[in-house]
Each structure stands twice: as C-alpha cells, then as structure tokens.
C-alpha cells in the first residue's frame, strides 16, 4: 500500500546542485526507514545515505560532504541534496523504504545527469 515516487533530476553542469525529493504515499506508519540508492551504467547499485524513523541520517563516505539526506517529521518525503556535483555522480537515484514487516519497496527512480 506504500508507494515512493522521485522527483527532482535533470541535467546539470559539474559543480551545480540538485534536491531530489522521495515522496511516500499510503501507509506511511508501516515504514521504519528509507534510504537512497544510485545505480550507474556498469554499475552495481550503490546505497547514498538513509534516513530512519528516530531521525538519524548518514551518507555514503564517497558522497560526505557534498550530500545530505533530509526528512519531514512524519517521514512522507525524504530529500537528498546534492552540492558540488561531479560527473561521476551521473545515475538513476531510486528512494528505498524498508517496513516494519520485513519488506522494502522501490520508487521508479530520477535520472540524475551532470556534464563536464
């Protein structure tokens, strides 16, 4: 009944900045944390940072210093901003919400796009 739904890519110059928002709709109270994930072309998808319910968020190392996760109180949209874009921060994001009976669920995902 949970559904995640991205927004917020697009095409952006290195050293730019983009937010992109997760926005959960349904039964928001069977979440227990949400995360953002990335997956490049080649690549394995990687977790970016998670956000839980008590509030705690964390990034990635790679990413530390240039992205931050960020939540409403109710947990309904999780942002992740993203400064100092580099090229190689060029994937498709997806937002990840794991639930209190064990499943999780994927958003469809943004691309995320950053040029040279």
């Known amino acids: 009944q949970v559904q995640l739904v991205e927004s917020g890519g697009g095409l952006v110059q290195a050293g730019g900045s983009l937010r992109l928002s997760c926005a959960a709709s349904g039964s928001i109270f069977s979440i227990r944390a949400m995360a953002w994930y990335r997956q490049a072309p080649g690549k394995q998808r990687e977790l970016v940072g998670k956000s839980t319910r008590g509030g705690s968020t964390n990034v990635a190392d790679s990413v530390k210093g240039r992205f931050t996760i960020s939540r409403d109180n109710a947990m309904n949209t999780m942002y992740l901003q993203m400064n100092s874009l580099k090229p190689e921060d060029t994937a498709v994001y997806y937002c990840?919400?794991?639930?209190?009976?064990?499943?999780?669920?994927w958003g469809q995902g943004t691309q995320v796009t950053v040029s040279s």
């Open positions: 990840n919400a794991d639930l209190f009976s064990g499943s999780g669920l």
